[in-house]
């Protein structure tokens, strides 16, 4: 979770911890969180992931009683876990009555309760603009998924393709399913599995060693673009061949921001791939879809998104209610293509 450097949540990142509260604060003061992640893009902080903050992101991480150290009991009680937590459990319960106020009416649903959204999934993205796809209930309440119009915020989205989340969802699942229980499949996947796991300590390493340079990096331009504004821009002779070196230095500390923010985001996906194993169903399962229905949506989240690259949603055609091939085109992950890149 952003805000912590391991996943017991033992340890906090405090630059991060720190955005949290903000984002806590400006949302206590009523702010939308479009406008708390327009400010985070501004101020240049990215996610776990090395991507920018969407609103709805956002709102998940803040609903969740991890990010204030507690858990919640199946009675719905909120319990300390001992664990840290980025705010105080009464900012966290200040928020929770923020956004039982401002709940839409009784039976919409609720946007973290979607499959086909969030980091664990595959990505779900329009096929006519290819954009993002966002949950988005209807005017009556009931689940969807939508092509969100072009904002400001998110430009770019065409918001020609909506479609039912059961509908979708069960069809996703389905074919999911079906797939994973070939034989020949599975095999794969376990034989691949064990080897992609063991590639996890390392990245772990690695992007942290990664996240602190970067860090590090960024403390160095902003220094050096202060010595840069500071030296007069008609300067000639000795103070001119001084910014110019410093326009130099900027350029390349840039540049390697650019690279690390870049090779930050390749080991971030790749890690989120390799933690969705441990989510999966093992080999012994022998009824997966009864392990289906009674799996975590984390679970399952981790399941579509491992067999799953993408899932791009279409518009219905003219008087159709039906879900198809034709409104939801399924991109498979190649197991034998990612049993063939550890071996190399």
Not at 34 to 55: N, Q, S, V
Not at 186 to 194: G, T
Not at 260 to 285: G, M, N, W, Y
Request: hydrophobic residues 40%.
């Amino acid at each position: 979770m952003y805000g912590f450097a391991d996943a017991a949540r033992t340890r906090l990142v405090e630059q991060e911890a720190a955005v949290l509260r903000v984002a806590a604060s400006r949302r206590l003061a009523e702010q939308p969180y479009p406008a708390i992640t327009d400010w985070m893009a501004a101020e240049g902080h990215l996610t776990t992931m090395g991507k920018l903050w969407r609103p709805a992101r956002l709102a998940e991480i803040l609903a969740n009683p991890a990010v204030a150290g507690l858990v919640r009991e199946d009675d719905g009680t909120l319990v300390e876990t001992g664990g840290l937590g980025a705010i105080t459990r009464e900012v966290f319960e200040d928020l929770e009555r923020l956004n039982a106020s401002k709940r839409p009416a009784e039976g919409r649903s609720d946007d973290r309760d979607y499959l086909l959204t969030g980091e664990l999934s595959a990505d779900s993205v329009c096929g006519l603009c290819g954009m993002p796809i966002g949950a988005s209930p209807s005017n009556s309440g009931a689940r969807g998924y939508r092509c969100m119009p072009s904002t400001r915020q998110h430009p770019g989205g065409c918001g020609k393709v909506r479609l039912n989340a059961d509908l979708g969802e069960a069809y996703v699942a389905e074919h999911v399913l079906a797939e994973l229980m070939k034989p020949e499949v599975r095999a794969v996947v376990e034989s691949a599995r064990e080897s992609i796991e063991a590639e996890a300590k390392p990245l772990r390493r690695r992007l942290a060693e990664n996240k602190k340079a970067r860090r590090l990096l960024s403390t160095r331009y902003g220094q050096s673009e202060q010595v840069a504004r500071r030296t007069a821009p008609d300067a000639e002779g000795p103070v001119a061949q001084v910014e110019a070196a410093n326009n130099e230095l900027l350029r390349q500390l840039r540049a390697a921001e650019q690279e690390l923010d870049a090779q930050i985001r390749r080991d971030s996906s790749r890690l989120t791939f390799i933690e969705q194993l441990a989510l999966l169903p093992r080999a012994e399962v022998p009824d997966l879809i009864r392990w289906w229905g009674h799996a975590p949506l984390r679970s399952q989240k981790a399941l579509v998104g491992a067999m799953l690259e993408r899932v791009a949603l279409y518009p219905a055609g003219r008087g159709s209610r039906t879900v198809d091939g034709d409104r939801v085109a399924l991109r498979w992950r190649q197991w034998d293509q990612e049993a063939a890149r550890r071996a190399e």
